[in-house]
């Protein structure tokens, strides 16, 4: 069976011209004016240490100061602030911290009404945090709505559909929504996602954390943290911190702790963002309630529009590479960008002509049960949390707040959480990982052209609680 983007293909001349002249950056960044910190060339003593600016550092730092502003913090980034997965997503800020219902509701069904309030409280904390601060966002509350694009995912969504904010949209409803030929149906989760301008946060966050007394270096990478009396003390090149305790928010990238090397694989998203849509080009899509969407495949696009029109459309393909290897010669994909392109233009044949400005990439933590996993390490000195698995914009707050239980010993209903206590299974060491992955990604492709069938490898990974459905 073939795929909507496959009976529906783009005109190829369409594809070239929109791809020509387009930019290998972030855009994101273009219009951020930075912020330059200093590097750490010194030693310092501290109460906190935050390793890692991206938003897991950030959002901790700023909640240990609002906790206690007489917490002295210090918070290192190896590069610049938000350089890397934090400043390069599509900006969609969810309230679900475990990707999505269904995947919490596979693993810690017992949880999952905490968790469902718990990440509602913790999204409506975000807009609250955003509000106080008179943070530069571009933050908008119109939800996400969830596309069928094939017949089987039609009852996806009444599956999904709960609740008076989670409203089912038959084939007119959804295309008087968002006007696109592949659409067969919708669930609009009307109050379930925020959309941000993902840059402007990182740069905002830091702004505020700044601001409430957090010290902050870039340029310091670190090299590594061990225990140090009766605390933890964290090496860079050319400086030192110690520190009663130590937060580590290292994403993608090799973990400082030897526990933790097998947890999490880097794979690669890919996005690219058209010229800003005319009022003509607008008119042919609609999109009045300008909501984040996504579709119902297992190798799923996602797409919104920014402040000034333009279409920010990601996703689909996900790439590993042997040997976890992070790479800036990665991001540059041409057959994934040009498939984007293809299934951009089966989405929205109307806008034929339209340009794409920018394409980029960025490197996803992910883990085997696909949403974040937390621990303590030096005797509890040291907490951490990875393994987002592209959905931490919000749930980084969420994980900064536990992180900070776990340092303080006190038992919260964050830490009581099975999802808090309990660690996922590693993956394995090359080149097993990356058999694995791959093999895992093809019967995915291959569900999706099998009206959502999955095959032996699937079942068994869904058994065994390493199953994933988007």
Known sequence: MRTVFERRPADASAVAHSLAGTRQAVYWWEDVPRTT???????LHTDLVVVGGGYTGLWTAVRAKERDPGTRVVLLEGQRIGWAASGRNGGFCEASLTHGHGNGAARWPQDMPTLDRLGAQNLDDVERT?????????????????????????????????????????EAAVRAEVNSPTYLGGLWEKDSTLLVHPAKLAAELARVAAGLGVEIFEGSPVTA?????????????????????????????????????????????YIVVTEPLTDAQTATIGWGSRQGLSDLANQFH????????????????AIYHFGRGIDV??????????????????????????????????????????CAFFGTAHHGRTAYAAGFTGLGVAA???AGDTM?????????????LAMVRRRPL???????????????RWSLQRADHRTGQRNVLLRALDKVGLGFAS
């Open 37 to 43: 910190f200093p590097r750490l060339e010194h030693v």
């Open 130 to 170: 955003v509000r106080r601060y008179g943070m530069d966002v571009d933050l908008e509350r119109t939800g996400q709505l969830k596309v069928a694009t094939e017949e089987y995912q039609l009852e996806d969504l009444l599956t999904d559909a709960t609740g008076e904010q989670r409203v089912v949209l038959d």
């Open 225 to 269: 943290v061990q225990e140090d009396g009766g605390g933890v003390v964290v090496h860079t090149a050319a400086g030192s911190v110690h520190a009663r305790h130590a937060v580590l928010g290292t994403n993608a990238f090799p973990s400082l702790l030897r526990r933790n090397t097998l947890m999490t694989i880097p794979v690669y998203d």
């Open 302 to 317: 996602y797409y919104r529009l920014t402040a000034d029109n333009r279409i920010v459309f990601g996703g689909y393909d």
């Open 329 to 370: 010669r990665h991001e540059r994909r041409d057959e994934t960008f040009r498939r984007l392109a293809e299934h951009f233009f089966t989405t929205f044949p109307q806008l034929a002509g339209v340009r794409f400005t920018h394409r980029w990439a960025g490197v996803i933590d992910t883990s085997t049960r696909f």
């Open 396 to 398: 980084t707050r969420f």
């Open 404 to 416: 900070l239980d776990l340092l303080s010993g006190t038992r919260t209903e964050r830490t009581e």
């Open 426 to 440: 590693p993956f394995p060491p090359e080149p097993v990982a990356a058999v694995g992955v791959n093999l895992t």
